[in-house]
């Protein structure tokens, strides 16, 4: 198992960026295939974005083109870049480890983040 922690929200004005961390503890994050969620208020929890433990990524279209997902193995961390934000991109962003070991699928996540887009 892995424990998650989430940093880098934060309030932006539209067309603004920011950049979100998770921070990943144990010795076996390059075996996790990671990935990164959001809530918005009366919404259920949406995919954002993930990446393989072999570096291939995958966009929910909302956010293509605007969002970059990118992991350092040696430093266990993963990282959103986000541009050109919008108010819909206001939620709660959460931290995602997941693998599928034989029969045990091991699935953590972080505690979130609060990214608000509002001028």
């Known amino acids: 198992q892995v424990h998650l922690v989430e940093s880098g929200g934060g309030l932006v004005q539209p067309g603004g960026s920011l950049r979100l961390s998770c921070a990943a503890s144990?010795?076996?994050?390059?075996?996790?295939?990671m990935g990164w969620s959001r809530q918005a208020p009366g919404k259920e929890r949406e995919l954002v974005a993930t990446i393989t433990t072999g570096g291939n990524t995958y966009y929910v279209d909302s956010v293509k083109g605007r969002f970059t997902i990118s992991r350092d193995n040696a430093k266990n961390t993963m990282n959103l870049q986000m541009n050109s934000l919008k108010p819909e991109d206001t939620a709660v962003y959460y931290c995602n480890a997941k693998k599928i070991v034989g029969s045990i699928t091991y699935n953590n996540w972080g505690q979130g983040t609060q990214v608000t887009v509002s001028s």
């Open positions: 144990g010795s076996d994050f390059s075996t996790y295939n």
